[in-house]
């Protein structure tokens, strides 16, 4: 029965998703095995991304399913702590660099792994990195960067949270690019990750 | 048509390996091969972190200056890079790009209406690329404002209208379609180019893609563009295109690409 909406999601069959969504809510499901359908279908979503099956295409379709049903469940949640998050990332392009494609995708993958993502944008400036930081208190900070000035824009972020005495308190990763591990020890940072997979592999390890 | 090869750029892996280990071979063989393929221009693209891209581009200048007698097209946007690559060309080059953004404008449009042959104008600015060809326009009205004051007459400015991927936005290739013809109407005297490779990013097959972008923008006014020279399906499907929009006079230059087995 609730094979049904991973199979939907999975397939791209947007539709039909949103109509198993309403007649499991009809039914009385529980929101938060709905939830856990739509992350088990992400789940199917990233490896066929993985695999090549898969582009970036259906991973923003994927995405907007996914707030799409989110939108119908909310109603029918009543405590907020029945979606608990996994952790907390602050996510953003670092300054100097507009590139947001791999960034975004990064994003919502992370978002419909049960992450809850601060986006700070494009061109991102260390000390809103600090700033955003400071307020939220992240277990990830994640740098995106396609322009090879983005590595020492990488470099200014992270001294910027040392600076602002939060460095210890976070793990950091970069990507984007050309970004890898040279990149990764260059900037001060944890690990790099060459996809939005990876993004979430080293952020669960890293709130486990 | 006429082509800026792309493949000298940092950001691909085995150029950027080339240029740390100053591997010159590499670095010739990929100019003599864009350069025997028809390409006007050989972009050079340092992709090395600010400290170093003056003397990492200087070095790909005279690299292919050595292999090829090609002009190039000196891509970056740090003022110091340029000003030491435009000191090594031997031919006027194009210098790859000035935009709205302000760093841009102080920095690199000085040296490009000193010592260049041509700069190429993105429609962006600090506030980044606009999703509307009418945002576009604005930016581009006033770079074209820009490059007039420095004394750069139009027909050495080759506009960019940018191109996003559509992959993420399915508008994206018909608002640089849209941007490129309103300011071709606007401004009949600069020149068009396109890093078109963008719009298929994050797709299989790009190739595809970028053809049927590249046959669009070129009905649309397009007449430079920066791809790779050696993509063979790429170059025969634009030697059609331009028979078929009346570009081509007497068909020569398809008959001679046939006579010279391009086209098989």
């Known amino acids: ?208 | 048509m006429k082509i800026i090869g792309e493949k000298i750029n940092g950001t691909r892996s085995q150029v950027r390996k080339a240029v740390l280990e100053r591997d010159a071979e590499t670095i010739a063989a990929l100019a003599r091969a864009q350069a025997d393929s028809g390409a006007a221009w050989i972009d050079v693209n340092a992709g090395t972190p600010a400290d170093r891209e003056p003397e990492d581009l200087v070095w790909l200048v005279r690299t292919v200056q050595a292999a090829v007698d090609v002009p190039l097209c000196l891509d970056s946007a740090n003022p110091a890079a340029l000003a030491a690559a435009l000191e090594e060309v031997r031919k006027p080059p194009l210098v790859n790009s000035i935009s709205g953004e302000r760093a841009r404008l102080e920095g690199v449009l000085p040296l490009a209406a000193r010592a260049a042959d041509g700069v190429i104008a993105l429609a962006m600015d600090d506030q980044g690329i606009p999703g509307s060809a009418e945002g576009r326009l604005a930016i581009i009205r006033r770079l074209l404002q820009a490059t007039r004051a420095a004394g750069i007459p139009d027909e050495h400015v080759y506009v960019d209208p940018l191109v996003m991927s559509v992959a993420t936005n399915s508008d994206s290739a018909r608002v640089a379609l849209a941007t490129l013809r309103a300011a071709r109407a606007e401004f009949p005297g600069v020149h068009f180019t396109s890093g078109l490779s963008n719009v298929s990013f994050g797709l299989p097959a790009r190739s595809l893609i970028n053809r049927a972008f590249l046959i669009l923008m070129l009905e649309a006014g397009l007449d430079t563009a920066i791809l790779d020279p050696l993509d063979r399906e790429l170059r025969k499907a634009l030697l059609a295109a331009e028979v078929v929009l009346g570009l081509d006079r007497h068909c020569l230059a398809y008959t001679r690409a046939f006579r010279a087995g391009l086209l098989e």
């Open chain 1, 1 to 208: 029965m609730v094979d049904r909406l991973v199979t939907a999601i999975a397939e791209m069959r947007e539709e039909e998703a949103l109509a198993i969504t309403r007649e499991l809510l009809g039914a009385g499901t529980p929101p938060t095995q709905i939830l856990d359908d739509c992350r088990a279908a992400m789940e199917i979503v990233g490896q066929r991304f993985e695999q090549g099956k898969y582009f970036i295409p259906e991973l923003i379709l994927a995405g907007e399913m996914l707030k799409a049903i989110s939108d119908l469940v909310k109603p029918h949640i009543k405590q907020e702590a029945e979606v608990k998050k996994l952790g907390k990332v602050v996510l953003g392009t670092v300054r100097g660099d507009i590139h947001d494609i791999g960034k975004n995708i990064v994003g919502f993958m992370l978002d419909a792994n049960g992450f809850e993502v601060y986006d700070l944008g494009i061109d991102v400036p260390p000390e809103a990195f600090v700033e955003k930081v400071r307020e939220v208190q992240p277990q990830v900070v994640a740098l995106s960067g396609f322009l090879t000035l983005s590595y020492d824009s990488m470099k200014e972020t992270v001294e910027a949270l040392k600076a602002a005495g939060l460095r210890d308190r976070v793990k950091i990763m970069v990507g984007g690019g050309t970004v890898d591990e040279k990149v990764c020890t260059y900037a001060g940072a944890d690990a790099f990750g060459a996809d939005a997979m990876a993004a979430v592999t080293l952020a669960r390890q890293w709130t486990r």
